[in-house]
Nanobody
Framework: QVQLVESGGGLVQPGGSLRLSCAASGSFFRIIGMGWYRQAPGKQRELVAAVNAGGGTDYADAVKGRFAISKNNAMNTVYLQMNSLKPEDTAVYYC??????????????WGQGTQVTVSS
């Protein structure tokens, strides 16, 4: 019942910046965390960044020092600030949310994806 909607993708030149947003509707019994994944042509989907309910973060080595993930207090919106973008960052970026739907079961949901293209 959770729905995720991404926004903020687009075309940017190398070295530029972009900020992605993901808004969640509906609710989990208890949220575990939210994150961003990406998938480039010919490659498997990979984790970019994640944040848990306590504020802890995790980043892929390829984006450390360039990207930053953040969330609002209610954890119904998550952001991805992308700086110093490179052509190899070009991909479809997907928002992901994980949470418990009751005391013993957990589930995950995906957004529809937003295209990020880094090119001159």
């Amino acid at each position: 019942q959770v729905q995720l909607v991404e926004s903020g993708g687009g075309l940017v030149q190398p070295g530029g910046s972009l900020r992605l947003s993901c808004a969640a509707s509906g609710s989990f019994f208890r949220i575990i965390g939210m994150g961003w994944y990406r998938q480039a042509p010919g490659k498997q989907r990979e984790l970019v960044a994640a944040v848990n309910a306590g504020g802890g973060t995790d980043y892929a080595d390829a984006v450390k020092g360039r990207f930053a993930i953040s969330k609002n207090n209610a954890m119904n919106t998550v952001y991805l600030q992308m700086n110093s973008l490179k052509p190899e960052d070009t991909a479809v970026y997907y928002c992901n949310a994980k949470g418990y739907i009751d005391y013993v079961r957990h589930d995950e949901y995906w957004g529809q994806g937003t295209q990020v293209t880094v090119s001159s």
